[in-house]
């Protein structure tokens, strides 16, 4: 028996869209406004620390009585091997020399934060009505912690096979994240890329296998997409792309004016800026080294050897080695609040 019919209700939002929480691109301030307009607001919490996520928490709650959901990923960190990373560094010296920078000098930074006991002791006070998982679920104990003060617990699908797992392990309800979709990839059971497909052929497939309520992501910006991601089976729908340029959202102008530009309609899937496949707008590192390069170190290894060419370019004014996150469909992206986008899908509800 399926619950879709009361979804919303039972995340307590007035409209069944869901904000998608975009790491490096936002902080309460996008959350805030999403919830204020009548979705549910998302505050990622895979790249802050510990200070941070509670000083994000309780700038929602002070802002806001609507209900929030923050996000994790559950990745399991891996052990760095110095001939993976030799042979990344060799791989991107030539870019090192061109703007005078010493690769010899890169530290492995402290990446993505997996979820842990830790940022349960900073959630508990809070009590986020919502808790969400990038990469899978965490362990039981983990889900039982977080369950217990009344969190509905969602998790991205990318495959049917992800679905039903999904469902096995105790999510309430998936988010089921088709090709178009920009940023990481959820998939956690295959590192195949040719398992992902698009929203409107994975939505129905898994509306036939699992009886949990299904939150359709990737490539809705405008209301006829809502339209048609309802008819085949979608409860709700997260959004991410369209809230981009939105005032409230941090990313730089650089991104901006991407997104806003011819270049957003060739997007491609990369694990260069984190070791994981994850969509954005292509740029000359993806052009030369190839979107997909097995040179890469695993999530989220190869972040640290990015980040001083990314600052590099980026102080000239060149988005050349930045994660351009992008969806698909970018056509809706415009510096217009978030509740202005928020009103306007809700037409195709």
Same mark, same amino acid.
């Given at each position: ?22 790491? !490096? %691109?936002?902080?309460?301030?996008? *959350?805030?406004? /999403?919830?204020? +307009?009548?979705? =549910?607001? #998302? ?106 003060? !009344? %969190?509905?617990?969602?998790?991205? *699908?990318?495959? /049917?096979?992800? +679905?039903?797992? =999904?469902? #096995? ?47 359709a992501a990737g490539g809705i910006a405008d209301a006829s ?125």
């Amino acid at each position: 028996m399926t619950l879709s019919p009361s979804l919303h209700q039972r995340l307590g939002i007035e409209l069944p869209i869901l904000q998608a929480p975009m790491a !490096g %691109a936002q902080d309460s301030a996008l *959350a805030i406004a /999403v919830s204020r +307009a009548g979705g =549910l607001g #998302a505050l990622p919490c895979a790249m802050l620390s510990l200070e941070a996520m509670g000083e994000e928490l309780a700038a929602f709650r002070a802002a806001t009585s609507t209900p929030l959901n923050v996000n994790f990923f559950c990745h399991v960190p891996p052990e760095p091997d110095s001939g993976v990373q030799a042979r990344w560094h060799k791989a991107l010296a030539p870019f090192f020399a061109e703007f005078g920078l010493d690769i010899d000098a890169v530290t492995q930074g402290p990446g993505r934060r997996p979820f842990d006991h830790q940022a349960c002791e900073v959630l508990e006070p809070f009590r986020p009505e919502v808790v969400s998982f990038h990469f899978g679920l965490p362990d039981a104990v983990l889900l039982e912690r977080v369950k217990a003060w !009344g %969190a509905t617990v969602l998790s991205t *699908a990318t495959t /049917v096979e992800e +679905a039903r797992w =999904l469902e #096995a392990q105790g999510a309430d309800a998936l988010i089921v994240q088709g090709l178009e979709a920009g940023g990481h990839r959820g998939m956690f059971l295959s590192e195949e890329i040719t398992t992902q497909m698009g929203t409107l052929a994975l939505l129905p497939q898994v509306r036939d296998a699992v009886d949990l309520p299904l939150i359709a992501a990737g490539g809705i910006a405008d209301a006829s997409g809502v339209a048609a991601a309802r008819a085949l089976g979608a409860d709700a729908l997260q959004i991410g792309t369209a809230l981009l340029c939105c005032p409230e959202t941090t990313i730089s102008a650089i991104h901006r004016r991407a997104l806003q530009s011819e270049a957003a309609r060739h997007t491609a899937l990369t694990n260069l800026y984190s070791g994981r496949p994850a969509r954005g707008i292509v740029t000359r590192l993806m052009r030369e080294l190839g979107p997909m390069a097995e040179v890469a170190p695993a999530f989220p290894l190869a972040t640290s050897a990015i980040a001083p060419l990314r600052a590099a370019a980026e102080a000239t004014g060149s988005g050349d080695f930045s994660p351009l996150w992008a969806g698909q469909n970018a056509s809706r992206c415009r510096p217009i609040p978030a509740a202005d986008v928020i009103a306007e899908l809700a037409v195709g509800m």
